[in-house]
């Protein structure tokens, strides 16, 4: 099988989940999943798993229900035209808003960000409604961003340094309740010097695909949220993590936005 | 290589010059400044091949459209032109094209390096100024230009999904650009994958389309329909947008496994020297296309059965003993079709990847591949990116080893095989490495 197509209402778990399993549901991988947004879905199966955390993952298609019990929502990054349709069937389906409002975590990336907010820009630039679940606003900047970014979270989260990819024209503006996740120190971000935004339990970010992959810390907060405190992992596990975000956080040359 | 080259024409099969359409050279006839500009390129391409950079044939084609920047369009004019374009499988297409119309025996122009953007096209020409025919890979992005230019006789169309997105055009953008090119292709027939959607979309507004029923492994680029945006649906039959009327065409030719059945309902067996499914479908367009040209499909087959490695791709090189066989996987689709290929497990892999421009600066999408199938045989990993490799597979549970580079797994190899998957500039560092033995 390829990176999917997911088998109906599929499930990833190995290990038999107990009714305390971590559910972790990927809202439309068929749509919105054009950057390796599986990656962040692995990652946080895998530092759940490492920490003895029964992990139960929920794939849900476009023509499925978004189903409101989970404990981590991910919504990855979409071309426009995808973009558009999962707006359309979320705000139709409802069920991603519910758990919102019930203190789900929601980790939203890119196209997945912007859907969030209230309103987002479609193939022609033109307005296009968004979920308004976090109080945001995006629309087609002039250029697009494209490529290696850094960013420092806001201290009160406790994360280190972002190191990712972005890729988008969108710029994004933060209304009151919402703050940002990070400040740029490379790159474009939300096009004002912020980087995506945060409320409650709920993050979205610029920083497209698997941005959890080079971010554990991040990886970390979420699983925090949805699950409460977590040890530290093996050195063993970490190592490869962390010699690849070393790499990257020393490939790019901080301030060169 | 194997010593197939039909690029340039420099060896025109003899027999061909007597059967030439065109009476008088196509060279003789072009404008001054463009024979001038021809001239120039091809000294230029000359001296770039003596100074050891490449095989010359772009720098030839930049300098000649510098002078003459119609160059494109003249050398084109009275030739029966096909142009090849695709995410996958352009360069092996366009080889398996160039040989199926060799049973014509007439002079066929090739950019069959995989030069695919305008100066590479033109320097094809150029190289071959008599061949009547020419079959041009094109990159994805330049096809509206270079149909305008070359008023092709047949576009080939392949499969569209995601590739270098850092830098190529989102592809339903690239496939609406196709479409409004193709709507105003006069005298043009369209050879296009009816079971990719966003080739069936592009095609579909052109006057003149043979559709064939190529297959797509790669489903998660056209969930979406690309007519109205909802959600598409797949069974045996094809696919279908569940709320508009789009649906996968009927189609002239199909490939059903490895057999394919000819547009006048005849079967045959699709056996070739290049392997997988992937190559069995570049296969069938390539002899759609030939019929257009008159060349029956049981010949054709023939022609097809002779190619056995591409630009360095499938080849097989010695190395201390050991064979390696090198295969290009430069997107997710394109992995797929490369662990269709590999040997039975325990035979090991090696994968290599870079970030270079050429090969898309963003690692992400090598979380779109599976690497689960991976799991049963050695995998060496190396590559400027090595670490990004080296997370996915762990994220995969596959056990991996870091190595420095080729000959770092081949003396760790015990067995007589090593396959090994690369992308773009990883391949031709391999390619460089290992002496263009490749």
Not at chain 1, 119 to 148: A, K, M, T, Y
Not at chain 1, 153 to 177: K, Y
Request: aromatic fraction near 4%; glycine fraction near 12%.
């Amino acid at each position: 099988m390829a990176a999917g197509p997911p088998p109906a209402g599929g499930t990833h778990a190995r290990n038999s989940p107990g009714p305390s399993a971590l559910r972790l549901v990927w809202v439309y991988p068929d749509l919105l999943s054009t950057y390796g947004d599986r990656g962040n879905l692995l990652v946080l199966e895998r530092r759940a798993r490492l920490r003895g955390i029964d992990v139960e993952s929920v794939l849900v298609n476009a023509d499925q229900p978004v189903p409101r019990q989970g404990d981590v929502y991910l919504m990855g990054g979409g071309e426009d035209l995808p973009q558009i349709l999962a707006a359309r069937r979320l705000r139709a389906d409802g069920g991603l808003a519910a758990a919102a409002e019930g203190g789900a975590v929601v980790f939203a990336v890119c196209a997945g960000y912007q859907l969030l907010g209230t309103e987002f820009g479609g193939e022609e630039g033109q307005p296009v409604p968004g979920l308004e679940i976090l109080n945001i606003r995006s629309g087609r900047g002039q250029r697009r961003g494209v490529g290696e970014i850094l960013a420092d979270v806001s201290p009160a989260l406790g994360v280190p340094r972002l190191t990712g990819f972005e890729n988008h024209q969108g710029v994004t503006e933060l209304g009151p309740g919402v703050a940002a996740l990070a400040k740029v120190v490379t790159g474009v971000g939300n096009g004002d010097g912020t980087e995506g935004a945060r409320a409650g339990r709920m993050i979205g970010t610029y920083l497209h695909g698997p941005v959890l992959v080079r971010n554990p810390g991040l990886a970390d907060l979420l699983l925090t949220w949805a699950a409460g405190p977590l040890p530290a992992l093996r050195a063993d596990d970490e190592e490869w993590t962390q010699r690849l975000r070393e790499q990257r956080l020393a490939a790019v040359p901080a301030g060169s936005a | 290589m194997t010593g197939h080259r039909p690029a340039g024409g420099r060896h025109a099969a003899a027999p061909g010059r007597a059967g030439r359409r065109i009476a008088s050279s196509p060279m003789s006839k072009l404008p001054l400044r463009a024979r001038l500009a021809t001239t120039i390129g091809g000294a230029a391409g000359r001296m770039s091949r003596l100074a050891g950079r490449g095989d010359g044939s772009v720098i030839g084609g930049v300098i000649g459209l510098r002078v003459e920047p119609d160059l494109l369009a003249l050398l084109a004019a009275g030739r029966r032109v096909v142009l090849v374009t695709g995410t996958n499988g352009k360069t092996t297409t366009t080889r398996l094209i160039t040989a199926a119309l060799g049973v014509l025996g007439q002079e066929i122009a090739s950019n069959a390096f995989g030069a695919n953007m305008e100066a590479g096209l033109t320097a094809a020409l150029g190289q071959a100024p008599d061949a009547p025919l020419a079959v041009l890979e094109t990159d994805e992005k330049y096809l509206p230009t270079v149909l305008a230019a070359t008023r092709a006789r047949v576009v080939a169309l392949l499969n569209l999904s995601r590739d270098q997105m850092d830098r190529a055009a989102e592809i339903w953008m690239v496939a609406r650009r196709w479409r409004e090119a193709l709507a105003s292709a006069t005298n043009c027939t369209v050879v296009a994958n009816a079971d990719d959607p966003l080739i069936a979309w592009a095609a579909a507004a052109a006057p003149d389309v043979i559709w064939v029923a190529a297959g797509q492994r790669w489903h998660e680029d056209s969930w979406c329909c690309p007519q109205c945006g909802s959600h598409l649906s797949r069974d045996e039959l094809g696919w279908r947008c569940g709320e508009c009327e789009f649906t996968r065409p009927p189609a002239k030719w199909v490939l059903d496994g490895s057999s394919v059945i000819d547009s006048a309902g005849r079967v045959h067996e699709v056996s070739l020297s290049l392997p997988g499914q992937a190559n069995r479908s570049n296969a069938v367009i390539a002899l759609a296309v030939s019929e257009v040209f008159g060349v029956e499909p049981a010949q054709a087959l023939a022609k097809l059965r002779d190619v056995a490695s591409v630009a360095g791709r499938y080849t097989q090189v010695e190395r201390h003993g050991r064979q390696v066989r090198l295969l290009l996987a430069k997107n997710p689709a394109g992995w797929l079709e490369a662990f269709d290929v590999l040997d039975e497990p325990p035979v090991p892999v090696l994968l290599s990847v870079n970030a270079r421009e050429p090969d898309g600066r963003d690692t992400s999408w090598l979380w779109d591949v599976d690497y689960r199938v991976l799991r049963g045989r050695p995998v060496f990993v190396t590559g400027e990116r090595r670490l990004d490799l080296a997370v996915r597979l762990e994220a995969d549970q596959v056990p991996f080893e870091l190595v420095e580079g080729v000959d770092d797994a081949v003396d760790q190899v015990s067995g007589g095989r090593l396959d090994v998957i690369a992308n773009y500039t990883a391949f031709q560092q391999i390619r460089v490495f290992l002496g263009r033995a490749a």
